[in-house]
């Protein structure tokens, strides 16, 4: 596969929806992205040259990498979140306006991990400013 279309694999499957994403904004590859990819690149390959050994080796590597790292911080922001459970918090409500309470709960999904704060689910850690 050369430059340029690894370079469009990389970007449309990091887009929603599998299309390319606009300039200048960010996107972050996931495990998904990266078997896109590596899929991409063995359906391009010339059977009658196939690639270097080593080369796909090494790119399986990379991949128990990024996902033992992956693994690592998915368990780090879930220690984390577990942590604040009986604690006062100050959190950007969906209004915008800051909204405050106990941490009741902790809710682990694809999507990332979410607390319940004072009968409020689904606020992110991120929403988070101040922990009493």
Known sequence: MNPVSLTNALAASAAPGGRAAPEGTKSLLGQNDFLKIMIAQLQAQNPLEPGNSNEFLSQLAQLTTVEQT????????????????????????????????????????????????HGTAGVKLSAITEVQ
């Open 70 to 117: 992956t693994n690592l911080a998915n368990a780090s922001e879930l220690s984390s979140a577990v942590g604040l459970i009986g604690r006062a918090v100050t959190y950007t409500g969906a209004a915008g306006s800051p909204e405050s309470g106990v941490v009741e709960s902790v809710q682990a999904n694809a999507s990332g991990t979410t607390v319940t704060v």
